[in-house]
């Protein structure tokens, strides 16, 4: 360990391998850690007869390859261990630009909505060996000011759809996004805050008492008024589908004011 390719935020590392045997015991292990996977640029060159090692060469942040090599009582080597990289990054990621969906003061009677937000990138300003993003920090709150966010860490998708288990209650909501970096390192900043209204929509069915006995082919007078409540906001121009017995009759369309009549 660190497991190949690992990324961390940190200068202090400490690197474990396996014990090796040899009939005449192990004397010492050399190591070797360099910044290139040729090991010409060196920067560590040391001996220890542990099968660990605590370092704090890595001043930079970009990658770096580590090698092990173990020797016998006798004097005698072996061959250098596979080589391993190594990523240290200790600078944050920048956060999402864009919020996609819900779009920004959205209105919906979907109280398990899809979030989606743009791909974050790694903060490439030192080095372009950064460790990637590959989390992100999605939180929800009824608070503008985020008291007490739900929060959803998600794995490398920009996406998330809310469980039923969390469903959001009738009221307005604000969400933002994180970015974490694969070091672990998250963004200085969040993405841009959006609001979501959940509302229920509410459809009002009204028959002419006329027309609550009639022949089969006879029309029908039925009027309405689709709403969000509780605000008792106008569902506009709008489509009404009528059915009888789940068979499907007719569509309306609602007014200006969320009113329809057949």
Known sequence: SP???AALPTNAVTHEWYESFDVSGIDY???HIARDPDFLDIILNTTTTSTSLTTDVYDVDGRYYWRVKAYDRAGRMG????????????IPPFAPENLHLPENNHVTSDQTPTFSWSSALDNTDNTAE???????????????DFSSPDNFIVHLDNWFTLPVENTLEVGDWYWRVWA???AGNMSEQPSPVYKVRINDLVISLYV?????????????DI??????QPDNWSVANTAVRIYIDNELVGTIYTDENGYYSA
């Open 223 to 228: 009027w309405g008024r689709a709403s969000w």
């Open 79 to 90: 061959d250098w261990s596979e080589t391993w990289e190594l990523v240290i990054d200790r």
């Open 180 to 182: 974490i970096d694969r």
């Open 29 to 31: 292990y050399r190591v």
């Open 3 to 5: 497991e190949n390719n």
């Open 208 to 220: 002419d008492p006329a027309d609550l006995v009639v022949n089969i082919g006879e029309n029908v």
């Open 130 to 144: 950064v460790a990637g993003v590959e989390n992100y920090l999605l939180q929800i709150d009824n608070d503008p």
